[in-house]
Protein backbone atom coordinates (compact mmCIF):
# COMPACT_ATOMS: atom_id res chain seq x y z
CA UNK A 1 0.00 0.00 0.00
CA UNK A 2 1.32 3.38 -1.17
CA UNK A 3 1.52 6.42 1.50
CA UNK A 4 -0.96 8.25 -1.10
CA UNK A 5 -3.54 5.20 -0.28
CA UNK A 6 -2.82 5.26 3.53
CA UNK A 7 -3.45 9.12 3.79
CA UNK A 8 -6.96 8.55 1.74
CA UNK A 9 -7.60 5.54 4.25
CA UNK A 10 -7.43 7.30 7.37
CA UNK A 11 -9.31 10.46 6.18
CA UNK A 12 -11.75 8.69 4.96
CA UNK A 13 -11.45 5.25 6.65
CA UNK A 14 -12.58 3.67 3.39
CA UNK A 15 -11.12 3.07 0.02
CA UNK A 16 -14.23 2.55 -1.61
CA UNK A 17 -15.56 -0.74 -4.02
CA UNK A 18 -12.37 -1.40 -5.35
CA UNK A 19 -11.48 -2.67 -1.55
CA UNK A 20 -14.11 -5.09 -1.41
CA UNK A 21 -13.11 -8.87 -1.43
CA UNK A 22 -15.15 -9.37 -3.24
CA UNK A 23 -16.84 -7.68 -6.85
CA UNK A 24 -18.86 -4.79 -6.16
CA UNK A 25 -21.81 -5.74 -8.81
CA UNK A 26 -21.92 -9.37 -7.20
CA UNK A 27 -22.10 -7.48 -3.12
CA UNK A 28 -25.19 -5.67 -4.64
CA UNK A 29 -26.53 -8.71 -6.34
CA UNK A 30 -25.90 -10.82 -3.31
CA UNK A 31 -27.72 -8.37 -1.36
CA UNK A 32 -30.65 -8.38 -3.28
CA UNK A 33 -30.98 -12.44 -3.63
CA UNK A 34 -30.26 -11.95 0.65
CA UNK A 35 -33.42 -9.89 1.28
CA UNK A 36 -35.12 -11.61 -1.15
CA UNK A 37 -34.33 -15.31 0.29
CA UNK A 38 -35.37 -14.22 3.66
CA UNK A 39 -38.46 -12.20 2.23
CA UNK A 40 -39.49 -15.74 0.81
CA UNK A 41 -38.55 -18.21 3.36
CA UNK A 42 -40.34 -15.58 6.47
CA UNK A 43 -43.28 -15.63 3.83
CA UNK A 44 -43.84 -18.91 3.43
CA UNK A 45 -42.46 -20.73 6.71
CA UNK A 46 -43.68 -18.04 8.84
CA UNK A 47 -47.18 -18.46 9.27
CA UNK A 48 -48.19 -16.49 13.03
CA UNK A 49 -46.52 -13.90 14.17
CA UNK A 50 -44.21 -15.07 16.97
CA UNK A 51 -42.67 -11.69 18.51
CA UNK A 52 -44.49 -9.93 21.42
CA UNK A 53 -43.45 -6.83 23.20
CA UNK A 54 -45.38 -8.26 26.51
CA UNK A 55 -43.65 -11.44 26.12
CA UNK A 56 -41.25 -11.54 29.69
CA UNK A 57 -37.44 -11.71 29.28
CA UNK A 58 -35.36 -13.94 31.54
CA UNK A 59 -35.09 -12.29 35.06
CA UNK A 60 -31.49 -11.46 35.99
CA UNK A 61 -30.41 -12.36 39.24
CA UNK A 62 -32.65 -9.91 41.29
CA UNK A 63 -29.55 -8.36 43.02
CA UNK A 64 -28.73 -6.89 39.11
CA UNK A 65 -32.10 -4.89 39.43
CA UNK A 66 -31.51 -3.61 42.77
CA UNK A 67 -27.97 -2.80 42.39
CA UNK A 68 -28.87 -0.76 38.76
CA UNK A 69 -31.93 0.96 40.87
CA UNK A 70 -30.26 1.93 44.00
CA UNK A 71 -29.99 5.99 44.24
CA UNK A 72 -26.45 6.00 44.92
CA UNK A 73 -26.15 4.08 41.97
CA UNK A 74 -28.55 6.11 39.79
CA UNK A 75 -26.96 9.48 41.59
CA UNK A 76 -23.36 8.44 40.74
CA UNK A 77 -23.83 7.75 37.17
CA UNK A 78 -25.71 11.31 36.68
CA UNK A 79 -23.44 13.11 38.57
CA UNK A 80 -20.18 11.53 36.61
CA UNK A 81 -22.03 12.70 33.12
CA UNK A 82 -22.52 15.90 34.63
CA UNK A 83 -18.99 16.10 35.83
CA UNK A 84 -17.87 14.57 32.25
CA UNK A 85 -20.42 17.65 30.75
CA UNK A 86 -18.00 20.30 32.49
CA UNK A 87 -14.59 18.62 31.72
CA UNK A 88 -15.68 18.85 27.93
CA UNK A 89 -17.11 22.51 28.30
CA UNK A 90 -13.87 23.66 29.94
CA UNK A 91 -11.72 21.54 26.84
CA UNK A 92 -14.58 23.67 24.24
CA UNK A 93 -14.18 26.93 26.19
CA UNK A 94 -10.51 27.31 27.64
CA UNK A 95 -8.61 24.38 25.42
CA UNK A 96 -6.79 25.17 21.87
CA UNK A 97 -9.15 26.62 19.42
CA UNK A 98 -7.63 24.78 16.91
CA UNK A 99 -7.76 20.83 15.54
CA UNK A 100 -7.01 19.55 19.02
CA UNK A 101 -9.81 20.63 20.74
CA UNK A 102 -11.90 17.42 21.89
CA UNK A 103 -15.07 19.07 21.30
CA UNK A 104 -15.54 18.10 17.63
CA UNK A 105 -15.04 14.74 18.34
CA UNK A 106 -17.23 14.64 21.65
CA UNK A 107 -19.62 15.94 19.92
CA UNK A 108 -19.85 13.77 16.79
CA UNK A 109 -18.68 10.72 17.61
CA UNK A 110 -18.89 9.85 21.59
CA UNK A 111 -22.43 11.43 21.88
CA UNK A 112 -23.63 10.82 18.47
CA UNK A 113 -22.23 7.70 17.68
CA UNK A 114 -21.31 5.71 20.78
CA UNK A 115 -25.05 6.70 22.18
CA UNK A 116 -26.20 4.06 19.76
CA UNK A 117 -23.82 1.49 20.71
CA UNK A 118 -23.85 1.98 24.85
CA UNK A 119 -28.41 2.22 24.19
CA UNK A 120 -27.70 -1.35 22.31
CA UNK A 121 -26.04 -2.64 24.69
CA UNK A 122 -27.42 -1.34 28.10
CA UNK A 123 -30.75 0.26 27.16
CA UNK A 124 -31.72 3.59 26.75
CA UNK A 125 -28.51 4.86 28.85
CA UNK A 126 -29.38 8.45 28.32
CA UNK A 127 -32.02 8.50 30.28
CA UNK A 128 -29.98 7.60 33.16
CA UNK A 129 -26.77 10.39 32.23
CA UNK A 130 -28.82 13.44 30.52
CA UNK A 131 -27.33 15.82 31.70
CA UNK A 132 -30.60 17.97 31.62
CA UNK A 133 -32.34 15.74 33.46
CA UNK A 134 -29.45 15.71 36.37
CA UNK A 135 -30.13 19.16 36.95
CA UNK A 136 -33.93 19.20 36.59
CA UNK A 137 -33.89 17.10 39.52
CA UNK A 138 -31.13 19.09 41.45
CA UNK A 139 -33.63 22.29 41.17
CA UNK A 140 -36.40 20.46 42.72
CA UNK A 141 -38.05 18.24 39.44
CA UNK A 142 -41.12 20.71 39.38
CA UNK A 143 -43.09 21.91 35.75
CA UNK A 144 -45.46 24.67 35.71
CA UNK A 145 -47.74 22.27 33.51
CA UNK A 146 -48.57 18.58 34.65
CA UNK A 147 -49.54 17.23 30.70
CA UNK A 148 -47.20 17.31 27.85
CA UNK A 149 -49.36 17.75 24.50
CA UNK A 150 -50.23 14.61 22.72
CA UNK A 151 -50.38 16.65 19.54
CA UNK A 152 -46.62 17.64 19.95
CA UNK A 153 -45.55 14.27 20.29
CA UNK A 154 -41.76 12.92 18.92
CA UNK A 155 -41.94 17.10 17.31
CA UNK A 156 -39.37 18.62 19.00
CA UNK A 157 -37.18 16.05 19.04
CA UNK A 158 -37.08 15.74 15.33
CA UNK A 159 -36.03 19.53 15.59
CA UNK A 160 -33.46 18.80 17.77
CA UNK A 161 -32.03 15.47 15.64
CA UNK A 162 -32.56 17.70 12.34
CA UNK A 163 -30.26 20.45 14.06
CA UNK A 164 -27.70 17.95 14.54
CA UNK A 165 -27.46 16.44 11.09
CA UNK A 166 -27.62 19.81 9.45
CA UNK A 167 -25.04 20.86 11.23
CA UNK A 168 -23.03 18.08 10.15
CA UNK A 169 -23.74 17.65 6.91
CA UNK A 170 -25.10 21.07 5.17
CA UNK A 171 -23.87 23.83 7.46
CA UNK A 172 -20.82 25.99 5.90
CA UNK A 173 -18.24 24.48 8.72
CA UNK A 174 -19.26 21.23 10.42
CA UNK A 175 -16.11 21.35 12.13
CA UNK A 176 -16.61 25.09 13.88
CA UNK A 177 -15.88 25.02 17.59
CA UNK A 178 -18.10 28.57 17.58
CA UNK A 179 -20.79 26.55 15.80
CA UNK A 180 -21.02 23.60 17.78
CA UNK A 181 -20.38 25.89 20.69
CA UNK A 182 -23.71 27.37 19.91
CA UNK A 183 -25.31 24.30 19.06
CA UNK A 184 -24.99 23.08 22.28
CA UNK A 185 -26.06 26.19 24.13
CA UNK A 186 -29.20 26.36 22.62
CA UNK A 187 -30.14 22.65 22.95
CA UNK A 188 -29.23 23.14 26.42
CA UNK A 189 -31.04 26.12 26.76
CA UNK A 190 -34.29 24.65 24.69
CA UNK A 191 -34.22 21.36 26.64
CA UNK A 192 -33.86 23.02 30.15
CA UNK A 193 -36.90 25.47 29.59
CA UNK A 194 -38.60 22.31 28.59
CA UNK A 195 -37.86 19.92 31.01
CA UNK A 196 -39.19 22.62 33.78
CA UNK A 197 -41.89 23.67 31.68
CA UNK A 198 -43.69 20.26 31.15
CA UNK A 199 -41.18 17.83 33.55
CA UNK A 200 -39.46 14.32 32.93
CA UNK A 201 -41.93 13.61 30.00
CA UNK A 202 -40.64 16.58 27.82
CA UNK A 203 -36.94 14.72 28.04
CA UNK A 204 -38.93 11.66 26.81
CA UNK A 205 -40.26 13.13 24.05
CA UNK A 206 -39.05 16.34 23.09
CA UNK A 207 -35.09 15.97 24.46
CA UNK A 208 -33.57 14.59 20.69
CA UNK A 209 -30.67 12.38 22.31
CA UNK A 210 -32.94 10.47 24.58
CA UNK A 211 -35.46 10.09 21.67
CA UNK A 212 -32.02 8.61 19.53
CA UNK A 213 -31.31 6.52 22.72
CA UNK A 214 -34.38 4.99 22.93
CA UNK A 215 -34.76 4.35 18.99
CA UNK A 216 -30.92 2.18 19.23
CA UNK A 217 -32.39 0.74 22.41
CA UNK A 218 -35.04 -1.38 21.01
CA UNK A 219 -32.93 -4.40 19.23
CA UNK A 220 -31.06 -4.46 22.76
CA UNK A 221 -31.31 -7.91 24.57
CA UNK A 222 -31.60 -6.07 28.23
CA UNK A 223 -35.22 -4.64 28.88
CA UNK A 224 -37.03 -4.67 31.88
CA UNK A 225 -40.44 -7.30 32.76
CA UNK A 226 -43.42 -5.69 34.00
CA UNK A 227 -42.64 -6.11 37.46
CA UNK A 228 -39.58 -3.76 37.18
CA UNK A 229 -37.17 -6.48 37.37
CA UNK A 230 -33.88 -6.51 34.45
CA UNK A 231 -34.12 -9.32 32.01
CA UNK A 232 -32.48 -11.13 29.11
CA UNK A 233 -35.03 -11.38 26.00
CA UNK A 234 -35.11 -11.81 22.49
CA UNK A 235 -34.72 -8.41 20.62
CA UNK A 236 -37.42 -9.34 17.83
CA UNK A 237 -39.79 -9.27 20.80
CA UNK A 238 -38.30 -5.59 22.29
CA UNK A 239 -38.39 -4.34 18.70
CA UNK A 240 -42.07 -3.56 18.59
CA UNK A 241 -41.84 -1.62 21.58
CA UNK A 242 -41.10 1.66 20.06
CA UNK A 243 -43.81 4.26 21.71
CA UNK A 244 -45.88 5.28 18.45
CA UNK A 245 -46.68 8.68 18.76
CA UNK A 246 -46.80 11.81 16.35
CA UNK A 247 -43.96 11.73 14.30
CA UNK A 248 -42.56 8.61 14.85
CA UNK A 249 -41.89 7.98 10.96
CA UNK A 250 -40.01 11.05 10.57
CA UNK A 251 -37.56 10.26 13.29
CA UNK A 252 -36.26 7.46 12.07
CA UNK A 253 -36.75 8.80 8.47
CA UNK A 254 -34.05 11.20 9.87
CA UNK A 255 -31.77 9.15 10.90
CA UNK A 256 -31.91 6.77 8.05
CA UNK A 257 -32.15 9.93 5.20
CA UNK A 258 -29.66 11.90 6.57
CA UNK A 259 -27.04 8.95 6.90
CA UNK A 260 -27.85 7.80 3.00
CA UNK A 261 -27.11 11.89 2.47
CA UNK A 262 -23.94 10.93 4.20
CA UNK A 263 -22.54 8.54 1.92
CA UNK A 264 -24.35 10.96 -1.24
CA UNK A 265 -22.38 14.08 -0.43
CA UNK A 266 -19.20 12.51 -0.56
CA UNK A 267 -19.54 11.56 -4.19
CA UNK A 268 -17.54 13.73 -6.30
CA UNK A 269 -20.98 14.37 -8.98
CA UNK A 270 -23.02 15.98 -6.02
CA UNK A 271 -19.55 18.08 -4.92
CA UNK A 272 -19.20 19.38 -8.53
CA UNK A 273 -22.79 20.02 -8.53
CA UNK A 274 -22.69 22.20 -5.72
CA UNK A 275 -19.68 24.46 -6.66
CA UNK A 276 -21.06 24.78 -10.18
CA UNK A 277 -24.24 25.91 -8.87
CA UNK A 278 -23.25 27.80 -5.89
CA UNK A 279 -20.55 30.02 -7.87
CA UNK A 280 -18.78 30.66 -4.50
CA UNK A 281 -21.40 31.53 -2.64
CA UNK A 282 -21.25 30.03 0.73
CA UNK A 283 -25.22 30.61 1.28
CA UNK A 284 -26.03 29.23 -1.93
CA UNK A 285 -23.68 25.98 -1.19
CA UNK A 286 -25.51 25.35 2.50
CA UNK A 287 -28.90 25.90 0.86
CA UNK A 288 -28.14 23.16 -1.66
CA UNK A 289 -26.96 21.07 0.78
CA UNK A 290 -29.96 21.57 3.17
CA UNK A 291 -32.45 21.14 0.01
CA UNK A 292 -30.44 17.48 -0.50
CA UNK A 293 -30.55 16.35 2.95
CA UNK A 294 -34.30 17.43 2.97
CA UNK A 295 -35.41 15.24 -0.15
CA UNK A 296 -33.57 11.98 1.48
CA UNK A 297 -34.96 12.56 4.95
CA UNK A 298 -38.60 13.11 2.49
CA UNK A 299 -37.79 10.31 -0.10
CA UNK A 300 -37.42 7.69 3.22
CA UNK A 301 -40.06 8.92 4.77
CA UNK A 302 -42.43 8.81 2.02
CA UNK A 303 -41.54 5.80 0.79
CA UNK A 304 -41.86 3.28 4.02
CA UNK A 305 -45.09 5.69 4.43
CA UNK A 306 -46.66 4.51 0.89
CA UNK A 307 -45.65 1.23 1.06
CA UNK A 308 -46.66 0.69 4.92
CA UNK A 309 -50.15 2.05 3.59
CA UNK A 310 -50.59 -0.55 0.51
CA UNK A 311 -52.20 -3.07 1.22
CA UNK A 312 -55.95 -4.85 1.52
CA UNK A 313 -58.24 -5.80 3.58
CA UNK A 314 -58.29 -2.89 6.10
CA UNK A 315 -60.27 0.02 6.88
CA UNK A 316 -59.10 3.56 6.36
CA UNK A 317 -58.68 4.43 9.98
CA UNK A 318 -56.64 1.20 10.22
CA UNK A 319 -54.67 2.29 7.25
CA UNK A 320 -53.93 5.33 8.95
CA UNK A 321 -51.84 3.94 11.67
CA UNK A 322 -49.97 1.27 9.81
CA UNK A 323 -47.18 3.53 8.63
CA UNK A 324 -46.30 4.47 12.92
CA UNK A 325 -47.14 0.38 14.06
CA UNK A 326 -44.57 -0.92 11.22
CA UNK A 327 -41.75 1.82 11.77
CA UNK A 328 -39.96 -0.47 14.34
CA UNK A 329 -38.78 -2.64 11.63
CA UNK A 330 -36.46 0.67 10.09
CA UNK A 331 -34.72 0.47 13.55
CA UNK A 332 -32.36 -2.66 12.99
CA UNK A 333 -31.65 -0.36 9.38
CA UNK A 334 -30.62 2.66 10.81
CA UNK A 335 -28.67 0.83 13.37
CA UNK A 336 -27.27 -0.76 11.03
CA UNK A 337 -26.55 1.60 8.57
CA UNK A 338 -24.99 3.98 11.57
CA UNK A 339 -22.23 1.33 12.12
CA UNK A 340 -21.17 0.09 8.93
CA UNK A 341 -21.03 4.51 8.18
CA UNK A 342 -19.69 5.36 11.35
CA UNK A 343 -17.58 2.51 12.64
CA UNK A 344 -14.24 3.85 11.89
CA UNK A 345 -14.88 6.97 13.44
CA UNK A 346 -16.42 4.95 16.46
CA UNK A 347 -12.79 3.30 16.78
CA UNK A 348 -10.21 5.46 15.44
CA UNK A 349 -11.75 8.98 16.13
CA UNK A 350 -13.40 7.88 19.42
CA UNK A 351 -9.65 6.87 20.78
CA UNK A 352 -8.48 10.29 19.38
CA UNK A 353 -10.75 12.06 20.79
CA UNK A 354 -10.48 10.26 24.61
CA UNK A 355 -6.48 11.52 24.21
CA UNK A 356 -7.06 15.06 23.69
CA UNK A 357 -9.60 14.81 26.77
CA UNK A 358 -6.44 13.95 29.06
CA UNK A 359 -5.10 17.21 27.92
CA UNK A 360 -8.10 19.36 27.58
CA UNK A 361 -5.99 22.75 27.94
CA UNK A 362 -3.30 21.69 25.91
CA UNK A 363 -0.59 22.16 28.86
CA UNK A 364 0.85 19.02 28.61
CA UNK A 365 -1.31 17.24 30.95
CA UNK A 366 -0.95 13.01 30.79
CA UNK A 367 -4.12 11.91 32.55
CA UNK A 368 -4.11 8.24 33.01
CA UNK A 369 -0.89 7.96 31.30
CA UNK A 370 -3.03 8.58 27.63
CA UNK A 371 -1.18 11.70 26.82
CA UNK A 372 1.55 9.32 25.01
CA UNK A 373 -1.04 7.02 23.60
CA UNK A 374 -1.04 6.73 19.84
CA UNK A 375 -4.00 6.20 17.60
CA UNK A 376 -4.54 2.49 16.27
CA UNK A 377 -5.74 2.49 12.97
CA UNK A 378 -6.88 -0.84 12.98
CA UNK A 379 -9.81 -0.88 10.75
CA UNK A 380 -8.57 1.80 7.92
CA UNK A 381 -5.17 -0.08 7.56
CA UNK A 382 -7.93 -3.18 6.51
CA UNK A 383 -9.87 -2.16 3.65
CA UNK A 384 -11.03 -5.36 2.88
CA UNK A 385 -12.23 -6.26 6.12
CA UNK A 386 -14.01 -3.14 7.17
CA UNK A 387 -15.41 -3.26 3.78
CA UNK A 388 -16.80 -6.64 4.92
CA UNK A 389 -17.61 -5.29 8.19
CA UNK A 390 -19.71 -2.50 6.26
CA UNK A 391 -21.90 -5.07 3.90
CA UNK A 392 -22.43 -6.72 6.74
CA UNK A 393 -23.53 -4.59 9.18
CA UNK A 394 -25.97 -3.16 6.43
CA UNK A 395 -27.25 -6.61 4.96
CA UNK A 396 -28.09 -7.99 8.44
CA UNK A 397 -29.68 -4.83 9.56
CA UNK A 398 -31.95 -4.81 6.32
CA UNK A 399 -32.60 -8.73 7.50
CA UNK A 400 -33.63 -7.99 10.67
CA UNK A 401 -36.45 -5.58 9.48
CA UNK A 402 -37.39 -7.64 6.74
CA UNK A 403 -38.22 -10.38 9.74
CA UNK A 404 -39.57 -8.12 12.15
CA UNK A 405 -41.79 -6.19 8.99
CA UNK A 406 -43.70 -9.36 8.40
CA UNK A 407 -43.79 -10.65 12.26
CA UNK A 408 -45.44 -7.12 12.29
CA UNK A 409 -47.97 -7.72 9.30
CA UNK A 410 -48.50 -11.17 10.34
CA UNK A 411 -50.17 -9.60 13.37
CA UNK A 412 -51.88 -6.41 12.11
CA UNK A 413 -52.89 -7.19 8.27
CA UNK A 414 -56.57 -9.89 7.96
CA UNK A 415 -56.23 -13.25 6.73
CA UNK A 416 -55.80 -13.04 2.76
CA UNK A 417 -53.89 -9.74 2.95
CA UNK A 418 -50.60 -11.00 5.20
CA UNK A 419 -48.51 -11.80 1.83
CA UNK A 420 -49.66 -9.27 -0.31
CA UNK A 421 -49.84 -6.63 2.01
CA UNK A 422 -45.90 -7.20 2.53
CA UNK A 423 -44.73 -6.81 -1.36
CA UNK A 424 -44.32 -3.22 -1.75
CA UNK A 425 -42.49 -2.87 1.96
CA UNK A 426 -40.07 -5.69 0.47
CA UNK A 427 -39.37 -3.92 -2.87
CA UNK A 428 -38.63 -0.87 -0.73
CA UNK A 429 -36.10 -2.26 1.72
CA UNK A 430 -34.47 -3.68 -1.73
CA UNK A 431 -34.15 -0.37 -2.63
CA UNK A 432 -32.96 0.80 0.32
CA UNK A 433 -29.76 -1.93 0.23
CA UNK A 434 -29.41 -1.27 -3.49
CA UNK A 435 -29.31 2.71 -2.34
CA UNK A 436 -27.20 2.31 0.88
CA UNK A 437 -24.38 -0.04 -0.72
CA UNK A 438 -24.04 1.89 -3.77
CA UNK A 439 -24.06 4.97 -1.77
CA UNK A 440 -21.43 3.36 0.26
CA UNK A 441 -19.27 2.03 -1.67
CA UNK A 442 -20.21 2.27 -5.66
CA UNK A 443 -20.80 6.14 -5.02
Known amino acids: ?14 GGSTDLPIPYTYALIGAAWTLTFTFALVAFAWRRPRFDPDKPGRPL ?7 VDAPVARWAAAIAALLFTAWVAMAAIFGPQDAQNALPGVFYVVLWVGLVAASLVFGPVWRA ?3 VRTVHRLLGGRSVVDRYPDALGYWPAIVGLFAFVWLELASPDPGSLAA ?5 LVYLLVTLVGAFWFGPRWCARGDPFEVYSVVASRPSPLRRNRDGRIAVGNPFDHLPSMPVRQGTVVVLAVLLGSTAFDSFSATQEWRHFVDGSA ?6 ATLLRTAGLLVFIAVVAGT ?17 TLPGQMAHSLIPIVIGYVFAHYLTSLVERGQQTVILLADPLGRGWNLAGLGDAEVGY ?13 VGCVLAGHVAGVIA ?8 LPTGHQLTGQLAMMLVMVGYTFTGLYLMFGG
Open 405 to 412: AHDRALRL
Open 61 to 67: PRWVTTA
Open 279 to 284: GGSTVT
Open 304 to 320: FWLAARCTGGVDAAQRR
Open 1 to 14: MNSDRSVALLAHGL
Open 180 to 184: IKVWL
Open 378 to 390: VLSLHPSVLATVK
Open 129 to 131: ISP
